[in-house]
C-alpha cells in the first residue's frame, strides 16, 4: 500500500477516481444506525447553543444605540423567532434524505459548482472556530484566576507584535487543547456533549443570576431607564438590533442540514428547534440584562460580558466562597464555550473541508484542521475592534444569506421535494445536478446578485459616503440577499428549466437509493430527464413527517 492509500479516509470500496471527489463515508446519507437526534436532543443542543457569551452580550449593543431593555429584548425575541423558521426549513432537506449541508448544496448549485459555497462556509467557520476559542480562553483565564489568584501575576514574555500576552496566549491555548477530544466524537454521538452543557450552564445562569441580584440589592437602574432614540431613529435601531440576532445565527441556518441529518425522523428536527430557538437565546439574554443592570449598582458602571464581571468579582480579595462560585459559573461557560464552538464551527468546517477533499478528509479531520487554523490566525487581534468585527459579522451574513435563498427556493418551490440521491454521488452528464459541467449558472446569478444588492450599503459601514436608501438595504442584509437571490433564482429557473423540477410537492427520491445498504438499487442515471419525472410516481417515497 502505498502513501496516498493509507492517506485516504475511509469509503467504498471500487470507486472510481471520479467518484472518490464526490463521496467518502462523511458525505454519503448517514445510515440507520447513526439517525440518533431525537427531539430531545434538539431541544438540548439550543439550550446548549443559547446559553454563551455572545447570546448574554447581544443586548448591549442594543442598549448602547439608546434602547430600553425591554425593546432590546422584544428584539431578541422577534429576531430568533424570524430566524427560526428558516433553521427549520434548511434543515428538512438534510432530515428526509439524510445528507449534509455540502450534499444538499449540490442540488442547487451543482456538482462542482457547489465547491465554493463549501469553501466559503469552511472558511469562515475555521474563523469563527478561534474567534469563539479566543473568549473560551478568556473563561479559562477567571477560572484558573478562582483557583489560583497568581496566576493573574504571570510575567509577559511575549512581544507587543503578539497582539497577547503569556497569561492570556496560556489560557487561550489550554482552552484550545481541551477542545480537542471533543472534536474526536462522531455528530451521531456528539449529542451528549449538549446534553451535559443545557444541564450545567442553565443552572450557572440561575446562580449568577440570583448572585448579582442579592448583591446589589434589587434588579438595577437598566432596568428603569427610558430609551433615548425615538421616532424613525428609533424603528431603525430596533430593525439593526434584530438583524443582529438574526446575524448572529446565519452559520447556523445554513449548515442545519448537518444535524438533521442525524434526526431520527423528520418531526425531531422539525418543531423542537422551530420552539427552543427564540425561547433559549431570549431567556438568556433576559439573565444577561439583570446581571449588567445589577453590575451598575455594584461597579456604578454596566459590565455586560459576563467574563469581565467575574473577573471583578475577583478583585479585592475576595472570599472562598466567592472564589468557588466564580469558577463553577466560569466552567459553565468553558463547556458554553466549547459546546457553541463544536456545534457551530467544528462540525461545520468538517462537513464542509470532507466535501472539498473527500478522498483524505472526513469530519473528524477537518474539525482538527478547523482547530489549528483557529490557532494560527491569532484571533484575539479580531476582538481588538468590535466595531470591526460587527462589520464583519453582518457582512459574512450576507454571503450565506444569499446561499439559503437559492437552497430553500430550489428544495421546496423549484423541485418540490423530489430528489435524485444517486445523482448527487457521481459526474454523469445524464444527472440532474450535472448542469453545465457541475455547475448550474443560475443559482450563482441569484447568489450574486443576493450579494451586489448589499454591496453599497456594506462600504457605508465601512467609513464611506453612500445614499441612506443603500445604507438601509444594507442593514437588512440577511432579508435583502435571501429575497433577492431567491427571486433571481425563481425566475432564472422558469426561463431555463431544469431536470426534475416539479408542480407537485412531495418528498421523494426517484433513484431509489437504498438508505440502508447505502447504494443505489435501481439505478435511473441513464434515464433522461423526461422518464424520471414520468415515473416520479411510481418510485421511493419518503414520508414526510409534521
Known amino acids: 500500500m502505498g502513501i496516498i492509500e493509507k492517506l485516504e479516509v475511509e469509503h467504498a470500496p ?164 481541551i477542545s480537542l477530544p471533543a472534536i474526536w466524537f462522531p455528530i451521531h454521538q456528539i449529542r451528549h456533549l449538549f446534553t451535559l452543557k443545557s444541564i450545567v450552564t442553565p443552572i450557572a445562569g440561575l446562580v449568577f443570576f440570583v448572585w448579582c441580584i442579592v448583591k446589589a440589592k434589587g434588579v438595577g437602574p437598566i432596568i428603569s431607564r427610558p430609551s433615548t432614540v425615538h421616532g424613525s431613529e428609533l424603528g431603525w435601531s430596533m430593525v439593526v438590533s434584530l438583524m443582529s440576532c438574526i446575524s448572529n445565527m446565519a452559520t447556523l441556518v445554513t449548515n442545519a442540514p448537518d444535524f438533521a441529518s442525524r434526526a431520527t425522523t423528520p418531526s425531531a428536527a422539525l418543531w423542537p428547534q422551530f420552539f427552543s430557538v427564540p425561547l433559549s437565546f431570549s431567556l438568556v439574554s433576559f439573565v444577561g440584562i439583570i446581571v449588567s443592570s445589577s453590575s451598575e449598582t455594584i461597579y456604578g458602571e454596566a459590565i455586560w460580558s459576563p467574563i469581565d464581571l467575574l473577573g471583578r468579582f475577583l478583585d479585592d480579595n475576595p472570599s472562598g466562597a466567592t472564589r468557588f462560585g466564580v469558577w463553577f459559573i466560569a466552567f459553565a461557560f468553558i463547556i458554553a464555550q466549547l459546546g457553541t464552538n463544536i456545534s457551530a464551527n467544528s462540525i461545520s468546517a468538517g462537513c464542509d473541508l470532507t466535501a472539498l477533499l473527500p478522498r483524505f478528509i472526513n469530519i473528524r479531520r477537518g474539525g482538527y484542521v478547523a482547530a489549528i487554523v483557529g490557532l494560527c490566525m491569532l484571533p484575539w487581534n479580531l476582538l481588538k475592534s468590535s466595531n470591526s468585527f460587527t462589520s464583519y459579522l453582518s457582512a459574512y451574513s450576507v454571503f450565506l444569506s444569499s446561499i439559503a435563498g437559492v437552497m430553500i427556493t430550489e428544495y421546496y418551490i423549484i423541485r418540490r421535494g423530489h430528489y435524485s440521491v444517486a445523482d448527487l454521488y457521481h459526474a454523469q452528464k445524464t444527472g440532474w445536478y450535472y448542469y453545465t459541467y457541475g455547475i448550474n449558472f443560475r443559482a450563482y446569478a441569484a447568489y450574486i446578485a443576493g450579494i451586489l444588492i448589499n454591496v453599497v450599503g456594506f462600504a457605508g459601514a465601512t467609513g464611506r459616503d453612500v445614499p441612506i436608501a443603500a445604507t438601509r438595504i444594507y442593514q437588512m442584509s440577511f432579508f435583502t440577499g435571501f429575497g433577492v437571490s431567491s427571486l433571481i433564482y425563481f425566475a432564472l429557473n422558469k426561463a431555463f428549466p431544469v431536470p426534475g423540477a416539479s408542480a407537485d410537492f412531495k418528498e421523494v427520491d426517484v433513484s431509489d437509493f437504498d438508505y440502508n445498504r447505502q447504494e443505489e438499487t435501481h439505478s435511473v442515471s441513464s434515464m433522461d430527464s423526461k422518464s424520471k419525472k414520468d415515473t416520479q410516481v411510481s418510485q421511493h417515497v419518503v414520508e414526510m413527517t409534521s
Not at 80 to 85: N, S
Request: with cysteine.
Open 14 to 177: 471500487g470507486l472510481t477516481y471520479s467518484q472518490l471527489f464526490l463521496t467518502n463515508n462523511d458525505l454519503a446519507p448517514v445510515p440507520p444506525e447513526q439517525r440518533t437526534w431525537r427531539s430531545i436532543n434538539f431541544i438540548s443542543f439550543w439550550i446548549a447553543d443559547s446559553f454563551n457569551v455572545n447570546t448574554w452580550m447581544i443586548v448591549s449593543s442594543m442598549v448602547q444605540l439608546g434602547l430600553s431593555w425591554w425593546q432590546a429584548w422584544i428584539c431578541v425575541w422577534i429576531g430568533y423567532g424570524i430566524v427560526a423558521p428558516f433553521i427549520v426549513l434548511n434543515a428538512r432537506p438534510g432530515a428526509i434524505f439524510h445528507i449534509t449541508f455540502p450534499v444538499v448544496a449540490r442540488t442547487s448549485f451543482g456538482l462542482y459548482g457547489s465547491l465554493w459555497c463549501t469553501f466559503n462556509r469552511g472558511v469562515m467557520a475555521c474563523i469563527w472556530y478561534g474567534v469563539q476559542a479566543s473568549i473560551g480562553g478568556d473563561c479559562m483565564k477567571v477560572m484558573l484566576r478562582a483557583m489560583w489568584p497568581s496566576v493573574n501575576n504571570i510575567p509577559n514574555s511575549m512581544p507587543e507584535s503578539s497582539g497577547t500576552n503569556t497569561r492570556d496566549f496560556m489560557c487561550f491555548f489550554l482552552f484550545w487543547l
